[in-house]
């Protein structure tokens, strides 16, 4: 279970107040990449109310200036030669994460820190990140589309899924933003398409990966001492890597993923990974259904509700 140790009534950027996006654009109107962003994330409030029928509340969105260039900063330890995390803990402080982390390897654990973007902290919403502004237009896009997405997901269709049924569904509607507001054969378009299908395919390959070492760990040789049973999970992944690399090119369609393997994970970074498209095959098959429009898959999601 994944605790979360500070909540978000102090910020993930400090001290720093988290204001309406109205308020933003006037105290940051001297800055044009975050006005930039103010104004996309307005934009797609307004392609959701005309197209989906999703209208939000004035203030919904908030952005939060400073440096923090995440909301969360998640720890996974394990004990040597173990998988199954000892401790799991999320800090809104990336300083207070790294100082658990150096307790815990004094303690002889292997720890392992990522960030976090979720779309809510603290039984609220979560603000947009001054530091955002440095992401690609697209991802601006889908990270306004998933808050939204999620809101009406709690609020109007009551899902219990609500966090990766808006992840799927913010998707979708990104590329439909993207081919209305830029063009159907724009690149960045394209990107984002081929940037999703790889996260998809790294993931579907990953359990593969994973799988050799939780073998080697719940099979253990009695009479091999910890440095052998270490060099023969380098070994394992090495030949899993080199297969991985010989046929990238004819899995992958971006160089997103190309870099796996080096350095080789550790086992407490194997433990951290976060599968995000595991219910994903039930809404692609709605979303087929649907002709492969979101706005017509919202109206079969309320049918069934």
């Avoid at 500070?6 to 001297?30: F, M, R, T, V, W």
């Avoid at 439909?176 to 996260?199: G, M, N, V």
Wanted: hydrophobic residues 45%.
């Amino acid at each position: 279970m994944v605790i979360l140790v500070a909540a978000l009534a102090s910020c993930p950027a400090g001290s720093q107040k988290a204001l309406s996006l109205d308020e933003a654009k006037i105290n940051y109107a001297h800055n044009s990449e975050i006005v930039s962003m103010i104004d996309s994330a307005t934009e797609v409030m307004q392609f959701c109310a005309s197209e989906y029928g999703i209208k939000t509340e004035k203030n919904l969105l908030k952005f939060l200036p400073g440096s923090a260039t995440a909301l969360t900063w998640e720890l996974t330890a394990v004990s040597p030669m173990t998988l199954k995390p000892v401790t799991s803990l999320v800090f809104t402080n990336q300083d207070a994460a790294l100082a658990k982390k150096t307790a815990l390897e004094k303690e002889g654990k292997e720890v392992f820190i990522t960030t976090r973007n979720p779309l809510v902290i603290g039984n609220k919403l979560a603000p947009l990140l001054e530091a955002w502004v440095s992401w690609p237009y697209e991802r601006k896009i889908e990270r306004v589309m998933q808050l939204i997405m999620y809101r009406f997901a709690v609020k109007t269709l009551k899902r219990k899924d609500a966090d990766t049924l808006a992840c799927f569904l913010a998707e979708k509607a990104t590329e439909e933003f993207l081919r209305k507001k830029i063009s159907p054969a724009s690149p960045i378009l394209a990107r984002y398409i081929s940037e999703q299908r790889d996260a998809r395919t790294f993931e579907s390959l990953f359990p593969d990966f994973v799988e050799r070492i939780h073998n080697l760990y719940a099979h253990k040789d009695p009479s091999l001492d910890a440095e052998a049973i270490l060099k023969t999970r380098e070994m394992l992944l090495n030949t899993w890597i080199a297969n991985y690399r010989q046929n990238y090119t004819n899995r992958f369609l971006t160089n997103a993923y190309v870099q796996f393997g080096n350095p080789l994970p550790s086992d407490a970074e194997l433990a951290a990974f976060s599968f995000k498209y595991k219910n994903w095959k039930t809404y692609a098959n709605l979303f087929t259904e649907a002709q492969e429009n979101v706005s017509q898959m919202l109206i079969l999601i309320k049918k069934t509700r």
